[in-house]
């Protein structure tokens, strides 16, 4: 890959070898989530690429984290999972304690929040776009971390190219008290027009429901598409051996 | 002699010769002009009947908005309309000229102008000037063989497609399409549906905005619906505008004439010749 002659390059201006993330390898692409009735819904597919080669088709880009929130990430894999070994730690940390207190969604988006910003202040950045989302004592929760640290909240969010194909459907779509079907039938819509559209996409993905309950986390599936359109069967009628 | 022997005439094309002025300029650190862009969302799709393009209308010169209502939807043939995005003066240009030539290529054959005639003549010009003409274009017309809806990239490629978005609101766009375009549409279906894909360009993408323009074309017959939809309205605080406070009361009006200062004498000085 070109990264080692700009490595490289790099030697020949510092004293040693750069120690920092100057640009992602295997990443993952979109995550979108949204608030439902009953908590959140959150969907991501299983493609690692690495550069343009969709290398790694089992990634499982949705985790649990302590009793109330899933992590969605998107970007550099690797870091996603330095970034699950922290939170790990936390939650173990605060378990310890055993006051019966636990860390609800907001703590650990803060907390994340801090992690991510601290890191780009330092030039080195975790290189992830996370989507954290939980339920506790009724409280839905839904937020965005980006690798510089922005951090917002909102109804529906998404990593990527989610942002320009699927936040559009939402923002037209979304509306509060969706029931567990209506919302997956959603999500899915996003998330088949990132499979046509977004080239680092692959057709199998995960869908996560969290709830005052629990979490699950659904058995990878495929979506199903369309390609029979007139145009694509015969583009050149009328007009043969054009283009 | 230094001077050439013979008067060359230019080739044609593109005359490189301000490039070196231009360096030494931005050299200099001073920034050149921006260009006026189109931005924007242009659509189209084909229904059962034919083909419905769809345009925002905001032109923008880098951040401001330098024309709040401008028109996207080109006239080609009276069965072919031509939507553009990228910079307005290659849009303007490209689509004038084809349009000329397939008036004249009407008048040649006497027959009804073909999508792909003008879907050639748009890309072999675009081809020519390598990506420098910044004109991406959504061409949609019905002729003798039916409906028919094209791409033209900047560089001179084409695509040939049931439903198109060009443009920087083309992901917003192209979303609504993916998720609710069907083959078989009926006219109303076909123009909500454009009317939707516009208006997710307009409010989700900030190089579109204002209102929607929408081109029916079906055989034989056209409808051009300028600012079909407006959804940004001007909207004031009160319906009535704005109107000062009463504070003081009138008590009197008397009107006083100034005294004339000037006295006119009759038959002054003659003027001096």
């Known amino acids: 890959m070109d990264s080692n002659q700009a490595k490289q390059h790099n030697l020949v201006g510092s004293e040693s070898a750069s120690e920092r993330t100057l640009y992602p390898y295997v990443t993952g692409s979109s995550v979108v989530a949204i608030k439902y009735k009953d908590g959140i819904l959150m969907a991501a597919d299983m493609g690692g690429s690495y550069g343009s080669t969709l290398r790694y088709k089992s990634v499982e880009r949705l985790k649990p984290t302590g009793k109330h929130s899933i992590l969605g990430a998107s970007g550099e894999i690797s870091d996603f999972q330095e970034i699950l070994r922290s939170l790990d730690e936390l939650i173990l940390y605060d378990n310890m304690w055993d006051d019966g207190n636990s860390l609800g969604p907001k703590e650990v988006h803060s907390y994340l929040t801090r992690m991510m910003y601290n890191r780009r202040n330092k030039f080195n950045p975790l290189w992830n776009s996370l989507i954290l989302g939980g339920v506790k004592n009724g409280q839905k929760y839904l937020g965005m971390v980006s690798m510089i640290g922005v951090n917002f909240e909102d109804n529906h969010v998404a990593t990527g190219f989610g942002n320009h194909l699927a936040r559009p459907i939402l923002r037209d779509e979304w509306h509060e008290n969706l029931s567990f079907e209506d919302g997956v039938k959603l999500l899915e819509k996003c998330m088949r027009v990132l499979l046509y559209r977004d080239r680092s996409a692959v057709n199998k993905l995960q869908i996560a429901k969290i709830t005052e309950e629990g979490v699950t986390i659904s058995q990878p599936y495929a979506l199903k598409t369309f390609w029979g359109f007139a145009a694509f069967e015969n583009p050149t009628v009328g007009a043969e051996g054009s283009w | ?273």
């Open chain 2, 1 to 273: 002699m230094a001077q050439a022997a013979v008067e060359v005439p230019p080739k044609g094309g593109f005359s490189f010769d301000l490039c070196r002025r231009n360096e030494m300029l931005s050299n200099k650190g001073v920034p050149p002009p921006s260009l006026r862009k189109t931005g924007t969302t242009i659509v189209g799709l084909i229904f059962q009947d034919g083909v419905i393009l769809g345009a925002g209308t905001r032109a923008t010169e880098g951040p401001i908005v330098c024309d709040k209502n401008c028109e996207k939807i080109h006239y080609m043939a009276p069965n072919i309309y031509c939507c553009g995005a990228g910079t307005a003066a290659d849009t303007e240009a490209v689509t004038d000229m084809v349009s000329s030539q397939l008036q004249l290529h009407r008048y040649h054959t006497g027959r009804e102008s073909r999508v792909v005639t003008a879907l050639s003549l748009l890309k072999s010009h675009h081809f020519n000037y390598q990506g420098y003409v910044q004109a991406a274009l959504v061409l949609g017309g019905v002729d003798a063989n039916g409906p028919h809806l094209h791409t033209i990239y900047p560089h001179g490629s084409t695509d040939t497609l049931p439903f198109a978005t060009m443009g920087s609101g083309s992901l917003a766009a192209m979303a609504v399409f993916e998720s609710k375009y069907h083959e078989g549409l009926r006219k109303e279906e076909g123009i909500n549906l454009v009317c939707e894909a516009i208006c997710s360009g307009i409010f989700n993408d900030e190089g579109s905005g204002s209102n929607v323009d929408v081109c029916v074309i079906t055989k034989g017959h056209k409808e051009y619906l300028r600012n079909h939809q407006s959804p940004n309205p001007r909207t004031y605080v009160t319906s009535k505008g704005f109107s000062f406070p009463k504070k003081t009361e009138v008590l009197l009006t008397r009107v006083t004439s100034l005294q004339e200062k000037v006295e006119v004498v009759e038959g002054g000085d003659a003027m001096e010749e």
